[in-house]
């Protein structure tokens, strides 16, 4: 946008200066009309005189020198212009290179030190959450299943030693019966032997 309105300012500066240059043309015609006009004839020749034909010379060679200085700062200010065009392409460059770098970093992350696109690093996010719900769930039906195990084998350790209980109660008043029988017999023995 700015190149155009360089541009513009350059023709119309231009534009400026070739009318003046038309009209300065129009003068020096006018003014060779003029002295054509003035001079007198001899056959078919014109007799021109000296000081009008050195003031046109000199008006002309002026006017030559005007276009020459025109041309010159014509040609200074389109190469002040190529000039300053020629940076402003730079910074266009420099600019549109430092735009793209702010989307691609706008566009990416930074992810465990390496650049990753947006949705690259939504994708790995949501599958390591994905992953951890899974494992999650695996571990807690594991849990309840050890857990329900664990509650029939201490329901079961429980129903056993109360059995042992029970056995040993048993056993120990069997032992005692059997012991006091035994020591029934023992003193019917001795009774016995000592009658």
């Known amino acids: 946008m700015k190149n155009l309105y360089i541009i513009i300012i ?27 006009e003035s001079s007198n004839d001899f056959q078919e020749y014109k007799v021109v005189k000296r000081t009008a034909l050195n003031t046109l010379r000199k008006n002309t060679n002026d006017h030559i020198q005007q276009l020459n200085q025109n041309i010159d700062n014509l040609e200074q200010s389109i190469d002040t212009k190529d000039t300053r065009i020629e940076q402003l392409d730079q910074e266009l ?31 790995i996010v949501w599958s390591i959450v994905g992953i951890l719900a899974f494992l ?37 008043e069997k032992e005692q019966r059997l012991g006091r029988q035994l020591q029934d017999e023992r003193n019917k023995l001795a009774r016995l032997k000592n009658d």
């Open 93 to 123: 460059a420099s600019v549109n290179e430092e735009l793209t770098n702010v989307n691609a970093e706008k566009d990416s992350m930074n992810f465990l030190g390496i650049q990753t696109n947006k949705t690259v690093y939504n994708t």
């Open 136 to 172: 999650f769930v695996l571990m807690t039906l594991r849990f309840k299943n050890s857990n329900a195990v664990t509650k029939a084998a201490n329901k079961q350790l429980k129903s056993t030693e109360e059995e042992l209980e029970d056995l040993r109660r048993k056993s120990i």
């Open 10 to 36: 350059c023709l119309f500066g231009f534009f400026s200066q070739a009318q003046d240059a038309t009209s300065d043309k129009n003068k020096i015609d006018n003014q060779f009309k003029e002295v054509i």
